[in-house]
């Protein structure tokens, strides 16, 4: 039975479209069938940071609109066998993101997928209303930052009203994942600490992303950081959260660079 | 880091010159109407469907369009399944 995630937090710049891609790979790369979708029409960006960009034909909207069959605009991923991508529209109107249409497609996905994962656009308009709507699952991507915390709350909200589970009485599983932590600063006072977030939002944590520049280089390199970059901490970060996502059973740690110089240097080398 | 690390990591962590030619390859492509390459592709499928329908029975969902923009040249690549087809020399 198929699991739709939304990958969601009101806020721009927090982490939404690198931790879908991070997720969904690491979630593939377990031998499930895998779909990212763009939700951000006018927008579009899971593309460039999963490196399909050179790739794109169709999009979500040409085959909300009938213009190309579903099977046609999903573009597989050359690293990894059962991952798919489904870009969002770059030039056209946003209204042509129809309920019918997304639903439509939703319920293609959840046939041919084992994960939907839907990237959020920004903001609690249309966009990001239509990404949530159908989902199972939400993970609330929140930086250890105020307006980040505020908007995060806010979002939760709208996970708990104006979703088909909620409308349905049922209630969405929320997650959430604190990015761009810098353990150093938390520990000096500097930064909200992971208790306080917590505290505030009263959601399970899925995973803590450490602050990491290997972040910035695999989108660089148009690479999911758990593909890119594998034994960085943000990148098991990532993985253990999709192992949470299974059902398993993990402490959630922030982990930390293993190994020291030499062993890196001689590891490079290999 | 140590200097030694960003010294003989340096090899590792050049993203930056990947970042800026896919940058490059991509926004020349948007910039100059990337809106009618769709139509374009649109077009093209469907004419050249149009052609082989005459002599083949195809399904629409077996046909798939694939593209690679590169920097000079993009590849289209339109893949037909095609049913197996009658001879005139079989039964």
Redesign the interface.
Same mark, same amino acid.
């Given at each position: 039975m198929a699991k739709v995630l939304v990958v969601t937090s009101g806020k721009g710049g927090v982490g939404k479209t690198t931790s879908t891609a991070a997720l969904g790979a690491a979630l593939a790369q377990t031998g499930q069938n895998v779909v990212v979708v763009d939700f951000d029409v006018g927008l579009r960006n899971l593309d460039?940071v999963m =490196?399909a960009? +050179? +790739? %794109? %034909?169709? $999009?979500l909207i040409?085959v909300i609109q009938g $213009?190309?069959?579903l *099977? &046609?605009a999903l573009i597989r991923d050359k690293r990894i066998e059962t991952l798919s991508i489904l870009p969002a529209s &770059?030039?056209r109107d946003k209204d042509a993101l129809t309920a019918e249409g997304v639903a439509s497609v939703m319920a293609q996905l959840r046939e041919k997928f084992d994960w939907v994962i839907c990237d959020s656009p920004a903001g609690i308009e249309r966009g990001a209303q239509l990404a949530m709507y159908h989902a199972d699952h939400a993970i609330v991507v929140t930086n250890p930052e105020v307006s980040s915390v505020r908007d995060s709350d806010r979002i939760i909200g709208m996970l708990d009203s104006t979703t088909e589970k909620a409308k349905g009485g049922g209630k969405i599983e929320k997650h959430l994942l604190l990015t761009r932590y810098d353990p150093a600063r938390a520990a000096r006072g500097e930064m909200l600490r992971i208790e306080d977030v917590l505290e505030i939002l009263s959601i399970p944590l899925l995973g803590i992303i450490p602050e990491s520049e290997e972040v #910035? @280089?695999a *989108?660089? #390199? =148009?690479a999911p950081v758990t593909l890119s970059s594998p034994d960085s901490p943000p990148a098991r970060a990532y993985a253990e959260a999709a192992r949470r996502l299974e059902g398993e059973k993990l402490e959630v740690t922030v982990p930390v660079e293993r190994k020291g #110089?030499l062993a @890196? #240097?001689f590891k =490079?080398k290999s | 880091m140590s200097l030694f690390g960003s010294f003989f990591g340096r090899s590792s962590k050049t993203s930056a010159p990947v970042a800026r030619d896919r940058l490059q390859i991509l926004l020349a492509h948007e910039r100059t109407g990337n809106g009618n390459e769709s139509d374009l592709l649109n077009k093209l499928q469907a004419e050249i469907l149009e052609v082989i329908k005459r002599h083949i029975a195809v399904d629409q969902d077996k046909v798939q369009v694939k593209l690679d923009r590169g920097n000079s040249v993009s590849m289209l690549e339109i893949d037909i399944e095609v049913p197996q087809m009658r001879h005139s020399g079989q039964p």
């Open positions: 460039l =490196g960009e +050179r +790739r %794109v %034909v169709f $999009d040409n $213009d190309a069959k *099977s &046609q &770059q030039t #910035l @280089r *989108s660089n #390199l =148009g #110089l @890196r #240097l =490079g | -």
